[in-house]
């Protein structure tokens, strides 16, 4: 194979990454690292200096999302993908209904469906680029779940109780790559959850979740009862280590300093009214450009579906986008990969709070020149 070639170093955005996540850490994120040194990182997550890291995450988020009065901050290891189990266990009563249209709102469905304490799910499909209309009330419904921005395909789905549910139904919401980019009344949910590695930059392996009094409630009541629950899945045990600012077991710190420094700059730049104005501008760029290349479309046909964070971008059969991908990723342009199991001619580019508009606009400038002189 012949060697890739080189992009014009006046084109090149200052970061390369656009990754969906792990995304970019920004600078000032891993000089908070250094800063951390000695006095916190390699220090007993029980003791003060830690306590007093996490107690401020959780204050930040909870201006950042304007919680409203009753409502906390939890969090646990593991990621998102483990608060799924951990929602079959602590959440769910006895039956969840899942949107599913796309990877990670699928995932969670097939958690709750095949859990063997609890009935079989009602899930409500739609195909990759679409969704359903919404969630459906029914009876014996006691969790409506969907993701906020489904990160396998760029759809997002708005966040509002279902009309009609039981008032003991909750709301939970997937909001690992929504939060932190996008709007949410909090008040619309009961549990908003998400890991820390898209928006805020940070890096996985934990979950956080603002939890509203009525699912405090639930978590209490499940926890009470004789169902078995795994000490480190139980949301229950979530709950009181929160409450002192710990996590049941030992978190990542270096992980915590970069996500406090991410919850500071988002709030000190506007909050959440500032992140979600900066990624609908950026993603516009990415959709507008889109639809003025001719052998490019958004994959999400309906506009208000696009998702501000996620921007998916079909190519027709006259581009190779496996080889627009090579060529951006040796010249350190990388992770605009499609998600993987989607196997689409597509690039998914991620403008998460943290990319800058310059940098997107460089990123559709080397898109542009290899589709001009690179693609064979
Ligand atoms: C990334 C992602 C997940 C999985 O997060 P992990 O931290 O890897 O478990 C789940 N849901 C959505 C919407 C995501 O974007």
Redesign the pocket.
């Known amino acids: 194979m012949s060697e890739l070639p080189v992009l014009p170093s006046s084109l090149l955005p200052t970061d390369g990454r656009f990754g969906?996540?792990p995304s970019r850490v920004r600078p000032e994120q891993i000089d908070a690292l250094i800063s951390a040194g000695p006095g916190l990182l390699g220090t007993s997550h029980r003791q003060a200096p830690v306590r007093h890291l996490v107690g401020g995450i959780r204050e930040g988020l909870a201006e950042f999302f304007d919680l409203p009065d009753g409502y906390e901050i939890i969090l646990g290891l593991?990621?998102?993908?483990?608060?799924?189990d951990s929602a079959a266990f602590s959440l769910v009563r006895r039956r969840a209904q899942h949107l599913s249209f796309?990877?990670?709102?699928s995932?969670?469905a097939q958690v709750t469906d095949k859990a063997p304490h609890l009935e079989r799910s009602d899930i409500l499909r739609a195909d990759p680029g679409s969704r359903p209309v919404g969630p459906e009330p029914r009876e014996g419904i006691d969790v409506y779940a969907w993701?906020?921005?489904?990160?396998?395909t760029g759809v997002i789905m708005d966040v509002a109780r279902p009309v009609g549910t039981d008032t003991d139904a909750l709301t939970v919401i997937?909001?690992?790559?929504?939060a932190g980019g996008m709007h949410v009344d909090a008040s619309q949910t009961d549990v908003y959850y998400?890991?820390?590695?898209?928006n805020f930059g940070s890096d996985?392996?934990?979950?956080f979740a603002a939890v509203s009094p009525a699912a405090l409630e639930r978590i209490s009541e499940i926890s009470r009862s004789d169902r078995w629950i795994p000490d480190v899945l139980s949301l229950a045990t979530a709950v009181d280590n929160a409450r002192k600012n710990q996590t049941y077991n030992t978190p990542a710190l270096a992980g915590l300093v970069m996500l406090d420094q991410q919850v500071r700059w988002l709030n000190d730049n506007g909050g959440m009214k500032w992140a979600a104005g900066h990624t609908r501008a950026t993603s516009s760029l990415v959709y507008d450009w889109a639809e003025r290349t001719p052998s490019a479309t958004p994959f999400v046909v309906d506009p208000a579906y696009r998702s501000p964070v996620?921007c998916t971008i079909d190519f027709d059969d006259t581009v190779d986008a496996a080889r627009v991908l090579a060529v951006l990723r040796a010249n350190g342009v990388v992770d605009v990969d499609p998600y993987r199991k989607l196997g689409r001619n597509q690039l998914r580019i991620a403008t998460f709070a943290s990319v800058p508009a310059g940098d997107v606009e460089a990123l559709l400038a080397c898109i542009d020149w290899t589709l001009e002189n690179a693609l064979s």
């Open positions: 969906a996540g593991g990621g998102a993908s483990t608060f799924w796309g990877e990670f709102g995932k969670f993701p906020q921005n489904e990160t396998s997937d909001a690992t790559s929504a998400f890991s820390p590695q898209k996985g392996g934990i979950w996620v």
